[in-house]
Structures are given as structure tokens and as C-alpha cells.
């Protein structure tokens, strides 16, 4: 199992930008694939980055382009660089295996963009 615990999340302007990380604890984070993930209110949570092991990224085409998830091994840390955020983005964002794992789940970060 692994303990996560997620940061960086606020409040931004439309355009603007934020980086979360994720810093990870227990063995073996590095021959996870990790994901972002993110819920808004009412809505099912849903994925938005993954990264493997081997550093290969995956991302719907809701955040393509203006999202990029990258991973830090030594630290036990992955970070979800996001630029050009939306008002539909805004969500509580967490990390996690992916697939994920219920027992992962952290408290999550709250990005807010308003204007």
C-alpha cells in the first residue's frame, strides 16, 4: 500500500496555471504507473494523467495539451503541471496508482478557477 499525500492546489484566474505534487511513501512507487485523478461536485471521479514506470504519459483529450503529468523517483514524488486551466476544471485533484486502489486515497487538493 501506498500513502499519499497531495499539494499545490488553489485558487487561479482563467488562463492561469498551478503544479500539484504528490509525494508518495512506502517501497517499490517506482514500478507503479501513477494517475491524476479529479471529482467536482456532483460528478464521478474521474482520471486525467497517468504516467508509467517507464515515464510514458496518457491524458484524455479534455486536458491534451495543456496538462503534463511527470514523476520524480528519487524523491518518491509526481507532479501534474496545468496551464491554460479552465473553470471545468475545477475539481478536488488526487494522485494514485493506476489502476487505482481504494486504500490510496488521499485527502486531495482543491483547484478553484475563477476569475
Known amino acids: 500500500q501506498v500513502q499519499l499525500v497531495e499539494s499545490g492546489g488553489g485558487l487561479v484566474q482563467p488562463g492561469g496555471s498551478l503544479r500539484l505534487s504528490c509525494a508518495a511513501s512506502g517501497s517499490d512507487f517506482s514500478r507503479y504507473t501513477m494517475g491524476w485523478y479529479r471529482q467536482a461536485p456532483g460528478k464521478q471521479r474521474e482520471l486525467i494523467a497517468a504516467?508509467?514506470?517507464?515515464?510514458?504519459?496518457n491524458y484524455p483529450d479534455s486536458v491534451k495539451g495543456r496538462f503534463t503529468i511527470s514523476r520524480d523517483n528519487a524523491k518518491n514524488t509526481v507532479y501534474l503541471q496545468m496551464n491554460s486551466l479552465k473553470p471545468e476544471d475545477q475539481a478536488v485533484y488526487y494522485c494514485?496508482?493506476?489502476?487505482?486502489?481504494?486504500?490510496?486515497w488521499g485527502p486531495g487538493t482543491q483547484v478553484t478557477v475563477s476569475s
Open positions: 504516467v508509467s514506470s517507464g515515464g510514458s504519459t
Open positions: 494514485n496508482t493506476f489502476p487505482y486502489r481504494a486504500g490510496n
